[in-house]
């Protein structure tokens, strides 16, 4: 059974930082896409970064340029390091493969980002 855990988020004052990880309970990074997702409050799940099995990766125009979406393939993980944050980035944030399976969604990670 695979299984995707998401930690590191916070409260954090706009303009500030904060690092997501998802670690994955067997080894599926090495092969496939994977995606950070957000939901906010009324809003629907939104794909904000991508990364490819190779590295490459993808943003969404409201997060590009601030936030950076890595992998660690041994370590099976895949970060989100977002940074000069936004009240409108204020979120859930999930990790899962791009595009996403519906058995992978985690419990996620809150972001709360004052101004």
């Known amino acids: 059974q695979v299984q995707l855990v998401e930690s590191g988020g916070g409260l954090v004052q706009a303009g500030g930082s904060l690092r997501l990880s998802c670690a994955g309970s067997?080894?599926?990074?090495?092969?496939?896409?994977m995606g950070w997702y957000r939901q906010a409050p009324g809003k629907q799940r939104e794909l904000v970064a991508a990364i490819t099995s190779g590295g490459r990766t993808n943003y969404a125009d409201s997060v590009k340029g601030r936030f950076t979406i890595s992998r660690d393939n041994a370590k099976n993980t895949v970060y989100l390091q977002m940074n000069s944050l936004k009240p409108e980035d204020t979120a859930v944030y999930y990790c899962?493969?791009?595009?996403?399976?519906?058995?992978?969604w985690g419990q996620g990670t809150q972001v709360t980002v004052s101004s």
């Open positions: 067997r080894n599926i990074f090495n092969i496939n896409d």
């Open positions: 899962n493969l791009q595009p996403w399976r519906p058995n992978l």
